[in-house]
């Protein structure tokens, strides 16, 4: 079991920045995928980005340029860079892990006022 808990969210102008972190309760060395998804209100769960036990990375491309995902094994943390923030990026943002199973976070809260 992979117990996740984000944090970094919150109430930002647009143009500025944020980092999310999502930190695991074991360690996430041998975890092969672990990502950022968000779900904006009537709107669907979406990929923003993801990066694998190697470092291999893919983001959306709404975010392409913007955003950066990283992972700090030793911390059992992985972050999302967030710069360039638009009004368009506000949502609730998920940490996903994929193990055998899918685990999730339980979410934090963007909001980017124009």
């Known amino acids: 079991q992979v117990q996740l808990v984000e944090s970094g969210g919150g109430l930002v102008q647009a143009g500025g920045s944020l980092r999310l972190s999502c930190a695991a309760a074991r360690s996430i060395f041998s975890i092969n995928v672990m990502g950022w998804y968000r779900q904006a209100p009537g709107k669907q769960r979406e990929l923003v980005a993801a990066?694998?036990?190697?470092?291999?990375?893919n983001y959306a491309d709404s975010v392409k340029g913007r955003f950066t995902i990283s992972r700090d094994n030793a911390k059992n943390t992985v972050y999302l860079q967030m710069n360039s923030l638009k009004p368009e990026d506000t949502a609730v943002y998920y940490c996903h892990a994929r193990t055998v199973l899918d685990y999730w976070g339980q979410g934090t809260q963007v909001t980017v006022s124009s």
């Open positions: 990066i694998t036990s190697v470092g291999s990375s």
